[in-house]
């Protein structure tokens, strides 16, 4: 069976050298969905809490969500980068709250101080799609995750190993010790 959370996902880009409207700087809101899937774990009957779904997925989606998004080689990218330092915003804020912390993956890199995400290829649907799954494979049981933004979407289905251990008072991931983190139960 699938856990199933959703999320929404505000943030800007363009498509460099693409000919299209998408070349120009626009903003959207995406709407991300995560299917997590296992068998049901008898204690809690639930695959995976869906609030401990959103925590671990926005851990790292917040970085997407009111940021930049921008391929490494766009020629905006240093010259957004030189207005925000002039502004001295580039560092950060103390209204600057809602970060994650900061990732660097093959895919993509997160500077969530200056609320921009630098990627390797265009942040597509579908490209938010592979980053996402990069991000989280290790960490959830992805099933699935479909990216909608506007009138486009994408999904993709993934192969599930289904072999995280899991408390069975709470639902949560237990550590590598077979403990979980959050009541303090221990595997026998
Ligand atoms: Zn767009
Ligand atoms: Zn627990």
Known sequence: MRSITTFDLQYSHRFYGFKGEAQYLHGHTGIMTIEVEDSINDGVNMVFPCNEIRKTAWEVLQNFDHALILREDDPLLPAILGVYKEQGIL???????????????????????????????????????????????????IAKITFTSGVNGASQEFDTHNDIDRCPLCGISLDENGVCHKCGYRKP
Do not use: C, H, S, W
């Not at 890199?109 to 989280?136: F, H, N, Q, W």
């Open 91 to 141: 560092n950060g804020t103390p209204q600057n709250k809602m970060k994650g912390p900061a990732f660097k993956t093959e895919l993509a890199t997160a500077y969530p101080d200056a609320r921009i995400v630098v990627t390797k290829e265009t942040m597509t649907v579908e490209g938010m799609i592979k980053l996402t799954y990069d991000l989280l494979k290790d960490k959830l049981n």
